[in-house]
């Protein structure tokens, strides 16, 4: 346990460093903050107009942070060998696996903090209101980085920083519009059930990045929601098993690796 | 050798079984709550698309809807539909669009003289239907509903459903809740009109004082129930001024004095001014059904061969007269049947006040030796969304409607063809 905590301390002091990722997150506060300016070009919609693009920007630099992050985390340990110096010591390779997530996670949390407190103050600024139900959307948005963190760092494992940069940008606009697919297909009584099986197959086993998109309903405040706390909590399940699962798929594949 | 490590297998396997599992249960709350409704990309340009998918839905949305008002104020009307579609889309539970979209088809397709092309009004009403559809537990669209039924088509049997299921729900703004008692009375429930305006008044009476608000909900409460209890004593109590009957002696006739122009006139006794004759010109045999169901699915294509006009005539010293012309509007006029049918009606049910007092607002005190028919209607089932907050006597009312009312009314119906119209082989087309 020790090891583990050592090396995810590492990998978020690395993380924290790293020019990119703090490109981004500056960026994105930037944004955040003259998001209140857009209020002339929105009409009446101007409320919809700064939750919307600020959950947008969120989202946005979440997903890049956590690709950009987690593609290079074990595959630069392994070009610059300094995996070996860590392996020789008492740690094993699942340490090494979960230690580099947990970092990732860290990171995330820390990045999301920054965004969502700015996000908070320009809402309040803008809106003349504190909006309590934003930090729902943040928190979900938080799970949903840390699940795509976690089927990137499964990529690491077996394939080149390239290809996992398309492969996780992939995975993540599919896993986005699986659900709708699913829906719409479900809706429609023209649906042969051998496509529809084949789609729910598919919702079945990859993971699904739209349960996280709970945006809507804060952006539209006056729906009425069924059970929205068991869904959250739920939704939160799903994403820690899942997160489990790929953490347990890149043990195995990074257990039998050579070096 | 490269070990096996079997239990990273055993857990991988039940992880993925158990994640499956949850994500099904999830799903269904997620369609509920969560979902975009529809995935179907049509229209959006692919940057577009890609803005959405990265998270920028609503947002493109406000901005595409920015877009559609900007056509509005150009005159614009056609661009905006397509929009309507994109921004539905993208944001399903953005209200203002759902009202404001089945408004603009509703109302604002006219030809040159400003006669709405009715239509488009299926098309509103199934749209305002998938907002509905999207956003069961709001009271706003089922108004905005209620209202089209009400004011557009005035069936006031059909839009008492809508504005009673929008009427249980707590947060409507009050004086909105005044719509289902004048939707009751309109379409002879008068007992359930005084019931409500009663119930409202009782309700208002517990915040006078509050603000000046309050007080003025209150005195408009109580006017409107005096005012019903006074009207309906005057017309149906004991010596009603509705008795006896008018001799309506109505009667109308058609000319085609060019090709696609028509000259109407007639005569309805009432001896006094407010009245006013509903005249429509269709496809021999062809009605447009006002109803969501009458469209499978959404379209905003209106049927392109369907003849059909519609237009009211003020009544004047118990005469009306009027020369429609349809000749500079072929695509909502095409001529395309052989027959057609003019058909004027006067019914009492929208007639002014000063009218009503006359002859009842069910015409209890009209008569007419050719013309007079009794109409009896019951509302349309409808099919309450799962979620809507209706109370289960509501629901089952709502799908299996009993109360059936009554009013009278004349009709006539008079036939043309195609070549009478167009004034074929004499000097026209």
């Given at each position: 346990m020790n090891a583990t905590l050592a090396i995810a301390g590492a990998t978020f002091g690395e993380a924290v460093r790293k020019r990119i990722l703090l490109v981004i997150l500056l960026v994105a506060l930037l944004i955040i903050l003259i998001s209140p300016m857009l209020e002339p070009f929105a009409g009446r919609g101007a409320t919809t107009m700064i939750l919307s693009f600020g959950f947008g920007v969120i989202q946005l630099a979440g997903t890049f942070i956590a690709i950009i992050m987690c593609t290079s985390m074990i595959p630069v340990e392994i070009e610059r060998r300094t995996i070996y110096t860590i392996l020789s010591k008492p740690v094993q390779r699942y340490q090494f696996v979960l230690g580099k997530f947990f970092g990732a996670v860290g990171t995330m949390a820390f990045m999301y903090l920054m965004m969502g407190i700015v996000f908070l103050i320009a809402t309040r600024l803008a809106l003349g209101e504190f909006r309590p139900d934003i930090i729902h959307g943040l928190i979900m948005f938080f799970f949903q980085s840390s699940l795509l963190a976690a089927a990137v760092l499964f990529f690491s494992t077996f394939v080149s920083p390239l290809v996992n940069y398309f492969l996780s940008g992939g995975l993540y606009l599919v896993g986005n519009l699986l659900s709708s697919f699913l829906e719409t297909l479900q809706r429609?009584?023209?649906?042969?059930p051998i496509a529809q099986m084949v789609i729910q197959i598919l919702t079945a086993v990859?993971?699904?990045?739209?349960?996280?998109?709970?945006q809507n309903p804060i952006i539209n405040p006056e729906q009425v929601l069924v059970d929205p706390l068991a869904y959250t909590v739920q939704t939160i399940a799903y994403a820690i098993v899942y997160m489990a699962l790929l953490l347990v798929g890149s043990m195995l594949i990074f257990n039998q690796r050579e070096m | 050798m490269k070990r096996k490590y079997p239990n990273l297998w055993v857990a991988l396997i039940v992880l993925l079984l158990v994640q499956a599992v949850i994500q099904m249960r999830v799903h269904p709350l997620w369609v509920r709550?969560?979902?975009?409704?529809?995935?179907?990309?049509?229209?959006?340009a692919p940057e577009q698309l890609l803005v959405a998918i990265a998270g920028f839905r609503e947002f493109l949305a406000t901005i595409l809807w920015v877009r559609a008002d900007g056509f509005f104020h150009s005159g614009?009307?056609?661009?905006?539909l397509p929009m309507l579609r994109l921004v539905t889309w993208l944001d399903?539970?953005?209200?203002e669009v759902y009202a404001t979209g089945a408004w603009h088809m509703g109302?604002?397709?006219?030809d040159e003289a400003q006669?709405?092309?009715?239509?488009y009004i299926p098309m509103a009403l199934k749209f305002l239907e998938e907002g509905i559809q999207n956003?069961?537990?709001?009271?706003d669209l089922y108004s905005e509903m209620g209202w089209m039924y009400y004011?557009?088509?005035?069936?006031p049997v059909n839009a008492v459903p809508w504005m009673q299921i929008a009427n249980e729900?707590?947060?409507?703004?009050p004086a909105r809740r005044h719509m289902l008692a004048h939707a009751l009375f309109k379409s002879g429930r008068f007992d359930e009109a005084v019931d409500h305006w009663a119930k409202l008044f009782l309700d208002a009476e517990k915040d006078r004082g509050k603000d000046w608000e309050s007080n003025n909900l209150y005195d408009v409460r109580q006017n409107n129930l005096e005012e019903l209890i006074l009207d309906l004593m005057r017309r149906y109590?004991?010596?009603?001024?509705?008795?006896?009957?008018?001799?309506?002696?109505f009667d109308a006739t058609v000319k085609?004095?060019?090709?696609r122009v028509l000259l109407v006139e007639g005569r309805l006794?009432?001896?006094?001014?407010?009245c006013r004759v509903t005249v429509i010109l269709r496809d021999k045999g062809r009605t447009l059904e006002?109803?969501?169901?009458?469209?499978?699915t959404f379209t905003f294509?209106?049927?392109?061969?369907l003849t059909y006009m519609q237009d009211s005539l003020a009544v004047r010293e118990e005469k009306f007269r009027r020369e429609i012309d349809m000749s500079k509007d072929p695509k909502m006029?095409?001529?395309?049947?052989?027959e057609y049918e003019v058909e004027f009606i006067f019914e009492p049910?929208?007639?002014?006040p000063n009218v009503q007092a006359r002859i009842g607002s069910d015409g209890v005190g009209m008569y007419d030796a050719r013309y007079m028919e009794v109409v009896r209607e019951k509302p349309s089932p409808i099919e309450v969304p799962?979620?809507?907050?209706?109370?289960d006597a509501l629901r089952r009312e709502l799908e299996n409607p009993t109360r059936e009312v009554s009013y009278r009314r004349v009709r006539k119906v008079v036939t043309l063809t195609r070549a009478e119209i167009l004034m074929l082989g004499k000097r026209g087309e």
């Open positions: 429609n009584p023209e649906t042969t990859m993971p699904n990045f739209s349960l996280f998109n709970v | 709550n969560y979902a975009p409704k529809q995935v179907t990309p049509v229209g959006l614009n009307y056609d661009a905006i399903p539970h953005n209200l109302y604002n397709f006219t006669r709405s092309d009715r239509r956003n069961p537990t709001v009271w004011h557009k088509i005035q069936d729900h707590p947060n409507m703004i109590g004991p010596e009603p001024e509705t008795q006896p009957p008018v001799d309506l002696g085609v004095v060019r090709p006794g009432i001896p006094t001014i407010g006002y109803s969501p169901k009458a469209l499978k294509e209106v049927d392109s061969k006029y095409p001529f395309k049947a052989e049910r929208y007639a002014s799962k979620y809507a907050r209706v109370s």
